[in-house]
């Protein structure tokens, strides 16, 4: 029952999505994206809700069955009645995929599949920050009854209460309504953020590069055994990931439909869910505005800019009340947060704090996929895959579309921002920074993995897999010409 | 167009190939496995005491693992989660303490000589004491 429940609010987010941006009702591109997307929100939406009835009512089963069953059928009744029509998403002119690429694809969705079922078969609790935090604040918010608010209880500080309830509310949720406790809920909850995420990458690059940047993107992220894995352990990393490269995705979608602001509206309720999944949320709420203000005044225009943020305050209203409420009413300080600003200044004049942390930065970014779970390092990549991606770069090289360049410039600052912002907080907030770095800077990259390769295969040329056919003699010749020529027949393509 | 294809080749074949290595792993891990994981194994020690917490319990924990022992921080995790809703501290301070014993026969003198009135034992080494000492 606990899957049911789930699926309909999967289905409810597509509702909505279906209701902002109508397409046909059949297998698609836009279905596919529209799909993807709307997951992540319905389980967001649906998170939010059972939080907002907790905390205003108690645990009343009654109530919870009404208010979720009302934005269940109104969201599908939205959906089903939208007319087709408006903005369709398809995919982006390209070559079809090589027949080996499609192979290729296949065996990482399989492989990826097979990880994930069998690692969950294995470990149905999920790894160590499942069941001393997530799951075990799904259990306080399930079996606590009027006493709920225990989750959040500075006796168990080490559980990390102050930590956002997306997850946890949702396992809660499941519970609640199937009125069974079953690890099937946070399985199944962790299934459909890990492969939404890979769903979502595919056909957002789909609609943007085309078919054969999407099957690449797509089995790099699927044979990532370390995204696969923490998916699996039931963390709130892989969720995090998904609403950060969901944000992301719809704000580029944005660039392409620049009158339609339904997609920064999306992407504003992206990223309020992002920071009710994490806390690291939070940041990136802050960061993905900067970014995007950044971006839109170098490359946009000033009155677009106060549309855009107008339309990402519009989408953040939501989520962000429910965390701001969270935050001030019921969660107990966090404890990288509680430094004494004295602290942080001598943090901050310790060189060799700076060196310790750029040193994990440097060591996981050539490691990147390796991973420590309960002593035993998880192996990542055979090869490390920073160098194997710096070999395709050398081999395909960049090659950015003057359209793209606004969602290009968005997605890999903010991912770079992101980053940064981490780096700051190792450098000044945690006592033991050697410690937190080495059971966190793994899953910080794995965050941003998604929205990485993202940036990488909007930026990356096509690479050319087949012989060009005979119309197409004549490109050899355009690149023999020179630069500026080049620039000239790029801007006229993206004009036209 | 080779070029293009060996990068292809390159990044895509490593990437199949390790999550390829890792499920044989993950695989091989799970056919000999015998007996069900971790936390349910560990869950099972407690038998029915969790039905008996309720969210108003708060127990205290104490355990024979040595202090050192990256199992102790992790058993002790594994004992909220067990008896989630109430609340488990890590200390002796309290009226009813849930103690977590791996020895076959663990010698529990010096607790009863501190005041605590053994409760119930559950077999496999989990004993539930009352502490006197506390109101």
Known sequence: ?496 | MARHQFAVIALLGIAVASIFWVLLDVARAYSHSSTSYGVENFENRFADLPKAATPKTVFGYISDNRPEDPSDQAEFYLTQYTLAPAIVVSTINEREVVANMHSANPDMKPLQARGFVPVRNFGNGIFLYRNISVR
Not at chain 1, 128 to 140: E, M, V, Y
């Open chain 1, 1 to 496: 029952m606990s899957l049911l429940y789930l699926v309909l609010f999967c289905a409810a987010g597509f509702g909505l999505l279906r209701f902002l941006f109508p397409g046909q009702l059949r297998p698609s591109l836009h279905s596919a994206l529209s799909l993807s997307v709307g997951a992540g929100i319905g389980l967001g939406i649906a998170s939010c809700l059972y939080f907002i009835c907790l905390a205003l009512a108690g645990p009343k089963l009654w109530l919870l069955a009404i208010v979720e069953g009302a934005f269940v059928v109104a969201a599908i009744a939205l959906g089903w009645r939208a007319q087709a029509g408006g903005t369709e998403l398809t995919w982006a002119d390209g070559p079809p995929p090589a027949r080996f690429l499609t192979v290729l694809f296949a065996a990482a969705a399989v492989l990826g599949l097979a990880l994930f079922v069998i690692y969950s078969a294995t470990k149905p609790h999920g790894e160590w920050d499942a069941w001393s935090i997530w799951n075990l604040h799904a259990r306080f918010l399930y079996r606590g009854g009027e006493l709920w608010k225990n989750a959040f209880s500075s006796r168990i500080l080490w559980s990390h209460p102050d930590y956002p309830v997306l997850l946890p509310g949702l396992i809660s949720l499941s519970w609640t309504l199937a009125r069974a406790e079953s690890t099937l809920a946070p399985i199944s909850i962790a299934f459909l953020f890990t492969f939404a995420t890979a769903g979502l990458l595919i056909a957002s690059l789909g609609v943007l590069r085309g078919r054969v940047q999407a099957c690449i993107a797509g089995t790099l992220l699927l044979g990532t055994v370390v995204f696969v894995q923490v998916g699996a352990m039931q963390y709130a990393d892989v969720p995090l990931s998904f609403y950060i490269l969901a944000t992301i995705v719809l704000l580029c979608l944005q660039d392409r439909h620049p009158q339609d602001l339904r997609f920064t509206l999306l992407a504003g309720l992206s990223a309020g869910f992002a920071a009710w999944t994490k806390n690291e949320g939070l940041m990136f709420l802050i960061v993905v505005i900067l970014a995007r203000a950044i971006v839109v005044l170098r490359f946009g225009a000033r009155p677009a800019l106060v549309r855009q943020l107008g339309a990402i305050a519009a989408g953040l209203v939501f989520p962000l009340a429910v965390v701001a409420f969270f935050k001030l009413r019921l969660s107990p300080p966090n404890d990288l947060a509680s430094t004494r600003p004295a602290d942080m200044l001598k943090h901050a004049t310790d060189f060799g704090r700076w060196m310790t942390v750029l040193q994990g930065f440097g060591k996981e970014a050539f490691l990147f996929g390796q991973m420590a779970v309960e002593g035993e390092v998880v192996r990542g990549f055979l090869i490390p895959i920073s160098l194997v991606l710096l070999l395709y770069w050398f081999l395909v090289r960049f090659r950015v579309h003057q359209r793209d360049r606004s969602s290009v410039t968005t997605a890999a600052l903010a991912v770079a921002l992101m980053l940064a912002g981490d780096f700051a907080i190792y450098v000044l907030l945690p006592r033991d920074v050697n410690w937190q770095l080495s059971t966190s800077l793994d899953r910080i990259f794995l965050q941003l993995w998604p929205a990485g390769l993202f940036a990488f295969f909007m930026a990356a040329n096509v690479p050319q897999l087949a012989a060009k056919p005979a119309p197409e003699k004549s490109k050899p010749a355009a690149r023999r010409a020179s630069k500026p020529q080049r620039k000239t027949a790029e801007a006229r393509s993206a004009r036209g």
